[in-house]
């Protein structure tokens, strides 16, 4: 069965790291997302993706960046981590105008 | 005014009962609407889907849609405790934008 798969689940780090979240779909999907999830704020999208090369700003981009080598790869990196980005981390994919598919999260934590 | 919104709840209900949710929107060119269920601790996963006006049925769900009104509602038959969940609606214009949910609770 077509999956999405993210990694680590759980992630502890400094601040002021450089920390990268693996997401990974084989759902052979165009378009995927990063969003992050806090208390209050539902879910906010990071960036996304609609094809290979092509990344975009959503509305709380600061501070993250991403790269699409490959349809299936849509990695998250955390430039330099802060304590305000301590959040669960969601990616999906999904095809054109059809529901996103989530993984499963990764729950990082910026000490 | 926020692009969707729901309240945040709880919504309490008992077993065996109707609950009822709801979401407003704010961009009259939104095209598709979504329901998500969402467990503590875990990912949000795809209930219901509608497009057009109207009622769309699903087992249990049914989804509700006026898009003149502005709102898209859902509604869960025969509430069951394992229906206690955060539900989250998203509606798709020019871009996919996701209410903050509404915590259900359904006590047996």
């Known amino acids: 069965d077509a999956e999405i798969t993210q990694s680590p689940r759980h992630k502890i780090t400094e601040t002021g790291r450089q920390v990268t979240l693996a997401c990974h779909q084989t759902?052979?999907?165009?378009?995927m997302f990063w969003y992050r999830q806090d208390l209050g704020h539902g879910l906010r999208l990071i960036h996304y993706?609609?094809?290979?090369?092509?990344?975009n700003k959503g509305e709380v981009s600061d501070g993250y960046s991403v790269s699409r080598s490959n349809t299936e790869d849509l990695p998250l990196t955390l430039e330099s981590a802060a304590s305000s980005q301590t959040s669960v981390y969601f990616c999906?994919?999904?095809?054109?105008?059809?529901?996103?598919?989530f993984g499963n999260g990764t729950r990082l934590t910026v000490t | 005014q926020k692009e969707v919104e729901q309240n945040s709840g709880p919504l309490s209900v008992p077993e065996g009962a109707i609950a009822s949710l709801n979401c407003t929107y704010s961009?009259?060119?939104?095209?598709?609407f979504f329901w998500y269920r969402q467990y503590s601790g875990k990912s949000p996963e795809l209930i219901m889907s509608?497009?057009?006006?109207g009622d769309k049925e699903d087992g249990r769900f049914t989804a509700q849609l006026n898009k003149a009104s502005q709102y898209v509602s859902l509604l869960i038959r025969d509430s069951q405790p394992s229906d206690s969940a955060t539900y989250l609606c998203?509606?798709?214009?020019?871009?996919?934008?996701f209410g903050a949910g509404t915590i259900l609770r359904v006590k047996s």
């Open positions: 999906a994919s999904s095809d054109w105008d059809s529901p996103l598919h």
């Open positions: 759902w052979n999907h165009n378009n």
């Open positions: 993706s609609y094809g290979v090369q092509d990344t």
């Open positions: 961009d009259r060119g939104s095209q598709s």
């Open positions: 509608i497009y057009s006006n």
């Open positions: 998203a509606v798709n214009g020019n871009k996919l934008v």
